[in-house]
């Protein structure tokens, strides 16, 4: 797993979608994901997301935040995803 995100999101609108996000993705909530490349990924919410802050080298800062995704049924290993990847949350139910 990456610590530090693919790409940081600054500005008002950016971090009003990311919030959003955040609001959409309930601890335990059954999802449906679509990221920004078309794949589908289904899972459980482990943990509501946290906005986060970084700072790269240059000095320049946005905002991300990760998610834990745990898998609907079996022993596969859990999804970690940067937020800024989801396009859309389709909630399927409660665990």
């Given at each position: ?42 899972g ?26 745990e ?9 970690y ?15």
């Open positions: 797993m990456n610590e530090h995100p693919e790409r940081l999101l600054a500005g008002d609108e950016a971090v009003a979608r990311l919030n959003a996000l955040i609001v959409a993705l309930d601890d335990e909530e059954q999802v449906r994901l679509t990221l920004d490349d078309g794949q589908l990924v289904e459980v919410v482990a943990a509501r997301p946290s906005l986060q802050v970084f700072r790269e080298g240059d000095g320049n800062q946005g905002c991300n935040a990760l998610l834990r995704l898998p609907l049924t079996g022993d596969a290993p859990p999804h995803l940067w937020l800024d990847r989801i396009r859309e949350v389709f909630r399927l139910g409660s665990a």
